[in-house]
Antibody, heavy 124, light 109 residues
Framework: QVQLQESGPGLVKPSETLSLTCTVSGGSVSSGSYYWSWIRQPPGKGLEWIGYIYYSGSTNYNPSLKSRVTISVDTSKNQFSLKLSSVTAADTAVYYC????????????????WGQGTMVTVSS | QSALTQPPSASGSPGQSVTISCTGTSSDVGGYNYVSWYQQHPGKAPKLMIYEVSKRPSGVPDRFSGSKSGNTASLTVSGLQAEDEADYYCSSYAGSNEVFGTGTKVTVL
C-alpha cells in the first residue's frame, strides 16, 4: 500500500529556509489524482495545515504561511517537497506529509495516509 | 482562518461513551460536509477515523461515529476501550483551505 516518508535536516538556523521532502512508495504521486499536503505540529500543540499540491503542480497554501511557503512536486522521483523561508523558533515542529483523499472528481478533504513525521528545530 | 474549537479534555470509564464537539463557523464546519476526525497516540502520526462528517474508513471500529449540526460537528466513541485513550482532532474544509481543531485529550478512567 502507499507509504509516505519525510526527510530533511532536523536543525535549521533562524532566518534560513527549511526544506523537507516526502517520498511516496507503493504508489505514484501522479496516479489517482490525489492532493498531497504538508501539516505540522509544534511540540505539545495541535495540528496546522500548511498547504497542498496536485501532481500537475497547482498549489494552495494556508493564508497565515502563504508568503513563506513553497510546495513543489517531482513526479520523476515520486516526491513532493516543502520550503519554508525566514524561519523562526515558532516554526519548530514535527512536520508531516499526508495524502488527501480528495481528487479532482471526488471531493473528500480528509487525510488518509500520513508519514511518520520529522522533527525540525529552529535554533542557532 | 482560525482553528476550530474543541474542549481540551474528555473522559469516560471503559464501556461508556464520550462525545467530543468541534465548533467552527459557516465558512468551514457549517458550510460544508467535509468534516474529518483524527486519533493521535503519543509520538505517533494522526490516524483518520471519520471523514465526510460520518463515514468510517475501512478498519475503523463502528464504535466511532460522527455527526454535525449547524456549525458544530461531534465525534462519539461508544464502548470506550483503553486503547481509545488518545488526542483527537477535527478538521474541516474551509473553501480551498483546510483547518484543524484545537484538539481534545480523551482519558479512559
Amino acid at each position: 500500500q502507499v507509504q509516505l516518508q519525510e526527510s530533511g535536516p532536523g536543525l535549521v538556523k533562524p532566518s534560513e529556509t527549511l526544506s523537507l521532502t516526502c517520498t511516496v512508495s507503493g504508489g505514484s504521486v501522479s496516479s489517482g489524482s490525489y492532493y498531497w499536503s504538508w501539516i505540522r505540529q509544534p511540540p505539545g500543540k495541535g495540528l496546522e495545515w500548511i498547504g497542498y499540491i496536485y501532481y500537475s503542480g497547482s498549489t494552495n497554501y494556508n493564508p497565515s504561511l502563504k508568503s513563506r511557503v513553497t510546495i513543489s512536486v517531482d513526479t520523476s522521483k515520486n516526491q513532493f517537497s516543502l520550503k519554508l523561508s525566514s524561519v523562526t523558533a515558532a516554526d519548530t515542529a514535527v512536520y508531516y506529509c499526508a495524502r488527501d483523499m480528495t481528487t479532482v472528481t471526488n471531493w473528500v478533504w480528509a487525510f488518509d495516509i500520513w508519514g511518520q513525521g520529522t522533527m525540525v528545530t529552529v535554533s542557532s | 482562518q482560525s482553528a476550530l474549537t474543541q474542549p481540551p479534555s474528555a473522559s469516560g470509564s471503559p464501556g461508556q461513551s464520550v462525545t467530543i464537539s468541534c465548533t467552527g463557523t459557516s465558512s468551514d464546519v457549517g458550510g460544508y460536509n467535509y468534516v474529518s476526525w483524527y486519533q493521535q497516540h503519543p509520538g505517533k502520526a494522526p490516524k483518520l477515523m471519520i471523514y465526510e462528517v460520518s463515514k468510517r474508513p475501512s478498519g475503523v471500529p463502528d464504535r466511532f461515529s460522527g455527526s454535525k449540526s449547524g456549525n458544530t460537528a461531534s465525534l462519539t466513541v461508544s464502548g470506550l476501550q483503553a486503547e481509545d485513550e488518545a488526542d483527537y482532532y477535527c478538521s474541516s474544509y474551509a473553501g480551498s483551505n483546510e483547518v484543524f481543531g484545537t484538539g481534545t485529550k480523551v482519558t479512559v478512567l
